[in-house]
């Protein structure tokens, strides 16, 4: 290091000892950057909403008389309760074995944030909040299995 400082102190042009020198330099600082990035990135899998049993379910909410019957085909049904159907971006906040939080956005249709937490594979407690027009809903309900979806 103390050949390499003196180099760039020099007034000299820089010799060919120098370029490798600095070469050996970069290849060290990027091999160290490299070193701390994981070796792939991942996309968040939501794989806790993989394990939950297929079929008819049946959504309680707590904090209004509403019960409704979902056709579960891959559990992320469960995330837009109050934004059923449109085609909304999802950003996965956090994605466990027994618990999943995503923020979602429908375009011209509002947005919303869910919490899901397994209990068992047929049931399932629903936390979160919805913007839908100028209506905010706070959603507390209870999921479960009840039975084959129709047809």
């Not at 085609?87 to 944030?113: F, L, R």
């Amino acid at each position: 290091m103390a050949t390499l400082m003196a180099d760039i102190v020099s007034s000299k042009a820089p010799t060919a000892g120098f370029l490798r020198r600095i070469g050996a330099f970069a290849a060290l600082c990027a091999a160290a950057w490299f070193a701390g990035l994981p070796a792939t990135a991942q996309a968040p899998t939501l794989t806790m909403l993989d394990g939950l049993d297929r079929g008819l379910w049946e959504v309680r909410y707590r904090t209004v008389d509403e019960t409704k019957k979902i056709c579960l085909r891959t559990g992320r049904e469960l995330i837009q309760l109050r934004h059923p159907g449109p085609q909304c971006s999802w950003t996965v906040i956090e994605d466990g074995p027994a618990q999943v939080t995503v923020h979602y956005s429908c375009p011209g249709k509002g947005y919303g944030q869910t919490n899901i937490r397994r209990e068992t594979s047929t049931l399932v407690q629903i936390g979160g909040n919805a913007t839908v027009g100028r209506n905010v809903y706070n959603v507390a309900a209870e999921a479960r299995l009840v039975g084959s979806c129709p047809g």
